[in-house]
């Protein structure tokens, strides 16, 4: 897969999809599957953006996925060429018919286009999915607009889903995403408590622009050299025992206990299990996770009969 930061002239006719594609979310695949069925052999391309526009006017969206993740679901829909273009002011302010004109019909020469029914595009957002694609058919190129896809009474967006994980409604996000959430990021040194007190953890070093469940424990997965754990995450501050308004990911690992150091991991989230809480002394805190893996074993086992 190419991936361009500048959109060149093409000499072929793509098919392309258009948006941000945040998650990968199911409402997306189902925009992919459609691209693949009406390339019919062109190359298929997404036209998208590094970062969210909605972070140029001030909003700090913290991402499902970041870059390097997008860019691999990508990849594994086979996708030839993304144009992976910073949003700026200069794209902002340009107008939706520039858009249609120069970007898709003078430089990539699409043959069709795929977007979903929600699509906005050019200055202010003035261009929908209707727009596009009347004034695609006048350049007697192809247009499709997908139906909203659902899940249960919802629409499944990005947005939605984000804000799902910030509730720590893990269950429900991973039924949208079609995936279970997750952070990837390095093993790093913490205090060693864990070990003390009998649950040693491994704590996540990860990428700031990556969005974080709200605090509290998770029942989780851990990756580490492609093998998969059973494992318990607290998300939080660790107010037991620190003061600091850091939020760290810890994870304890059922029936592992190895040095894990500099280590590449993948948590998958699964469920959200209770809130963190500070507790008066380190015995209690010690109880209360002794109970917490207990949970999520006997979980485990009878999701397993
Ligand atoms: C399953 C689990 C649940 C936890 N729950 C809490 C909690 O409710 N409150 C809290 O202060 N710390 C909680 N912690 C974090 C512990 O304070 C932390 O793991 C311990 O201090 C060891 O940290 P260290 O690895 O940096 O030494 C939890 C950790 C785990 C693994
Ligand atoms: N549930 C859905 N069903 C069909 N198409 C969708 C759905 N969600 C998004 N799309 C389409 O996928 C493309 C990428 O959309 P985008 O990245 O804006 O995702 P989104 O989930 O709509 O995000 P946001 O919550 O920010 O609106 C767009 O063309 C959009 O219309």
Redesign the pocket.
Known sequence: MNVYEMVAKRGDTPAVA?????GF?I??K??FEVLDANARGRKKVVFTFKNHPDNLLGFNIKYILTNEERLEFFRNYSIDDVYFIEFNKKIMQMDKDRFIEEILIDKLNVSVVV?????TFGYMAEGDSKYLCEKLHQFGRKCIV????MYQEH??????IRRLILEGNIKLANCMLGFNFFINGTVKRGNRLGKKIGFPTINIKFDKEKIVPRKGVYITNTIIDDKRYLSITNVGTNPTVSASENIKIETHILSVDKNMYGKRVKIEFIDFVREEKKFSNIDELKNQIAKDVEYVKTLFCKANI
């Not at 997908?146 to 896809?149: E, K, N, Q, Y």
């Not at 629409?155 to 939605?160: A, F, H, N, Q, R």
């Open positions: 258009l948006g941000f594609f945040d979310h409402g997306h189902k925009l977007v979903g029914y929600d699509f997908i139906d909203p896809v629409i499944v967006s990005s947005t939605l």
